[in-house]
């Protein structure tokens, strides 16, 4: 784009020169039928017509090469530059946390031997590493500087052997899960979460704003009992609306014989639980 603008400016200053170099060639004709030397003449022409040449043709070509040095350094608006890794784990867990503060996080969980965590920075600088200790698998977010907002876009592969608890601090982001096997216990100030239970396992979630919805299946829904604490907001059971408009409201109640807890906390949110 900045080299058509120089294109387009050195067209319309040729032909503003050439226009003034005309006009300098008819004064120079009437100075050659006084009494000017012929010779003198054709030199001053020629003189004045090579130096705006040399000058043209240098600035020409100094301001392609300052246009190909800001391209260079501008970013391509239709690509982004961002780091990127993978991180291969092997091992048995007793439990996985992801401790967070910006990130749009997908778990999804199958048949494979091992712990895949891959990871784009979609914003500012950073890493992601695993720690373990004492059976316990962490990912945690290290930005290059804390002083300034990193964000994260995660996909945690987790294999179906997988089983024990799933816990997640978040601050701001999302949370999507498929088909989990695995209990889960999540932490988060603003962030939309959804979670899909492929077993009747129990969940626990606290939050301040964004939405909320969990997903059982219809054999893992027949024993689950629910309990809904919260202040501002909107809570849908299986299709059925109950509107919290101001001041903390407890929503609870049961299926089957109540057996596998759904316990949910939320100051300003809208809360959905559902069947598949």
């Not at 032909?15 to 060639?25: C, K, T």
């Not at 705006?52 to 600035?59: E, L, P």
């Not at 407890?250 to 316990?263: N, R």
């Amino acid at each position: 784009m900045k080299k058509a603008l120089i294109i387009l400016t050195v067209l319309l200053l040729v032909a503003g020169f050439v226009s003034l170099i005309f006009n300098d060639v008819h004064v120079l004709q009437d100075l050659r039928h006084s009494n000017w030397n012929r010779q003198r003449f054709d030199d001053l022409v020629y003189d004045t017509q090579q130096k705006f040449m040399d000058g043209f043709m240098d600035d020409l070509m100094d301001n392609f090469d300052d246009a190909d040095e800001d391209d260079a350094h501008t970013p391509d608006a239709s690509h982004k530059d961002r780091q990127a890794a993978d991180i291969q784990l092997e091992g048995d867990y007793k439990q996985m946390i992801y401790d967070g503060v910006n990130a749009e996080l997908r778990f999804i969980q199958e048949e494979r031997d091992d712990f895949s965590v891959s990871y784009q920075v979609i914003k500012g600088e950073g890493r992601l590493v695993a720690e373990t200790d004492h059976d316990v698998l962490r990912i945690k977010e290290v930005p290059k500087n804390p002083l300034e907002t990193t964000v994260f876009e995660v996909t945690v592969h987790m294999p179906t052997r997988f089983t024990n608890e799933l816990h997640i601090q978040l601050v701001n982001g999302s949370v999507q899960a498929d088909a989990l096997y695995n209990p889960v216990r999540l932490e988060t100030v603003n962030a939309d979460v959804k979670l899909g239970m492929q077993v009747a396992e129990p969940v626990r979630i606290e939050t301040v704003n964004g939405a909320i919805a969990v997903t059982y299946d219809a054999v893992s829904m027949q024993n689950l009992s629910y309990a809904f604490h919260v202040v501002n907001g909107m809570v849908t059971i299986n299709g059925e609306s109950q509107i919290s408009l101001a001041g903390q409201q407890d929503i609870k109640g049961s299926f089957g014989d109540g057996s596998v807890p759904l316990v949910i906390e939320s100051v300003n949110g809208v809360i959905t639980l559902d069947e598949k």
